[in-house]
C-alpha cells in the first residue's frame, strides 16, 4: 500500500473511550509511513486532551475552542489532511475499536473501484462481536436513516453497494472531496454522512461496503435518541435541498400523515419541544434562504436524477431498536404501499 491515509478521530468528551480505540490503532497492519492519527477535539471539559498529550504523542492533535459538533469539527481535520495531501481520510469515531487490517481492505477497494467515493467498514458490536450494528445504512424515501443489519447475527456477506455509509467508519477519496465539497457543517451532529453520500451519489459516484474492514462499535441507541431535534431537523433539511420539486410533490401527502404520527409521538415521549424548536427553525426566513441557496448550487452541480437515487430507497421503517406492533402493522404497509406506486411515477 502506498496510498497516504490520514485517520480521523473527531473527540468529544471521550476520555473512557480513548485507551481501548487509540491502542487497537497502533496494532494495524498497514504500512506505518503511510498514515497517521490524527485527534480533532471538541472543546472535551473531561480529561481528553491531557490522555492523548501523555500517552500518544505521535497522534497529531488539534484543539478545537468549542464544540462545533460533528460535521464542522471532523471538517478540520480533513482540511488538514487535504493540506498535507493524502489520498485517503477515514474518519472514525471515538467509541470504536479495530481490526489489526480494517484499513488494508477498505484502501484495496477503493484503489480497484474508480468510480466509488466512500466506503464503510463492517460494525460490530464491540460488547458481541457476532451481531452487526451495521452493515451499510439505509435511506427511506421520508428522510429517515438507519443501519442495516443491525442487532443480527453476523454473515459472511460480500462487498456490495449500499446507501450510505456509517460517519463512524467511512474511507474517503480526497480527490472527489475537492469535487464535491466537505461535510455540512450546518447540520451540526446527525444525518451529515447521509447527507455527504446523497451529494456523493448525484455525482454519479458508488457507496460500498467492504465487508472484510471490521470495526467494533460500543454503540448505545439511547445516546443517539437524546439528539431527537437534530435528527427531525436535518432529515428536513436534506429532503429539501436534495429532492427535485416533483419528487417532493408526490411524496407530500406521505409527509404530512407522518410528520401528524410524528408530532403526537413527540407529545406522548415528552420530545413536543424540539419539534416545536424544528417547526421554528424551517419557518425562519433566513434559515430558509439559506436551504434554498444550497438547493439552487445542488441542483445545478447534479448528474444523476431521482429516479436513479431514489432506486433502492426503503418504503418500510425497520430500525430494529423502535420496533411496535403499529409500525409493523400500520405504518409500514401504508407507507410502503404508497411508495412502490410513487417511485414507479418518478420518470426525471
Not at 75 to 101: E, F, M, R, S, W
Not at 221 to 246: A, C, D, G, H
Not at 269 to 298: A, C, H, P, T
Request: with cysteine; aromatic share 14%.
Amino acid at each position: 500500500m502506498n496510498k497516504k491515509v490520514a485517520i480521523i478521530i473527531l473527540v468529544y468528551n471521550g476520555r473512557q473511550f480513548l485507551p481501548d480505540c487509540l491502542s487497537s490503532l497502533t496494532k494495524i497492519t498497514y504500512p506505518k509511513d503511510q498514515y497517521q492519527i490524527i485527534v480533532v477535539d471538541n472543546a472535551s471539559t473531561d480529561d481528553s486532551v491531557n490522555y492523548i498529550v501523555k500517552n500518544y504523542q505521535n497522534v497529531k492533535l488539534i484543539k478545537n475552542s468549542e464544540n462545533y459538533g460533528f460535521a464542522q469539527g471532523n471538517n478540520i481535520g480533513i482540511q488538514y489532511a487535504i493540506d498535507k495531501g493524502y489520498d485517503y481520510i477515514y474518519l472514525l469515531n471515538q467509541d470504536t475499536v479495530v481490526d489489526p487490517n480494517f484499513l488494508d481492505q477498505v484502501v484495496k477497494l477503493a484503489e480497484n473501484s474508480p468510480k466509488t467515493a466512500i466506503i464503510q467498514s463492517k460494525l460490530l458490536y464491540y460488547n458481541d462481536k457476532t451481531i452487526i450494528n451495521s452493515r451499510g445504512n439505509v435511506i427511506h424515501f421520508l428522510g429517515f436513516g438507519w443501519a442495516d443489519g443491525n442487532l443480527e447475527e453476523d454473515n459472511a456477506c460480500d462487498v456490495k453497494e449500499i446507501n450510505y455509509a456509517s460517519g463512524a467508519c467511512m474511507l474517503i477519496k480526497i480527490t472527489i472531496l475537492k469535487e464535491i465539497g466537505l461535510l455540512d457543517k450546518d447540520l451540526f451532529c446527525y444525518h451529515e454522512d447521509l447527507e455527504l453520500c446523497w451529494r456523493a451519489k448525484i455525482f454519479g459516484y458508488k457507496i460500498m461496503l467492504a465487508a472484510k474492514s471490521v470495526v467494533f462499535h460500543k454503540y448505545e441507541f439511547s445516546r443517539s435518541i437524546t439528539k431527537y431535534y437534530y435528527m427531525e431537523r436535518n432529515r428536513y433539511m436534506v429532503m429539501l435541498q436534495y429532492y427535485k420539486w416533483p419528487t417532493l410533490f408526490l411524496i407530500g401527502p406521505a409527509m404530512d400523515i407522518m410528520e401528524i404520527g410524528l408530532f403526537l409521538f413527540s407529545i406522548k415521549s415528552g420530545w413536543w419541544k424540539e419539534k416545536i424548536k424544528v417547526y421554528k427553525y424551517l419557518l425562519n426566513g433566513k434559515n430558509l434562504e439559506k436551504i434554498f441557496l444550497k438547493r439552487r448550487k445542488i441542483q445545478s452541480m447534479r448528474r444523476v436524477g431521482d429516479r436513479e437515487m431514489v432506486r433502492h430507497f426503503a418504503g418500510k421503517i425497520e430500525h430494529q431498536e423502535i420496533k411496535n406492533p403499529i409500525i409493523d402493522y400500520l405504518v409500514n404497509p401504508f407507507f410502503n404501499f404508497y411508495w412502490q406506486i410513487i417511485k414507479r411515477i418518478i420518470w426525471w
